[in-house]
């Protein structure tokens, strides 16, 4: 590396998800598992509103 060269900035965390989007995960996760394809696009939904309104 050049003496020049400004080494990258620390990398930064991500923070944790809300409680809301662990739990539309989680219900979309086991909609997922019992092969449940209606609920599972329904909780995708969920998760779009949930970012659009509260994130």
């Known amino acids: 590396m ?3 060269a400004v080494p990258p900035p620390p ?4 923070p944790a998800p809300c409680a809301e989007c662990r739990r539309i995960r989680e219900a979309y996760y086991a909609a997922s598992r019992q092969g449940d394809r209606g609920a599972a696009q329904g909780w995708i939904v969920a998760m779009g ?7």
């Open 11 to 14: 990398a930064s965390r991500r």
């Open 2 to 4: 050049p003496e020049t």
């Open 49 to 55: 509103r949930h970012h659009r309104w509260v994130h």
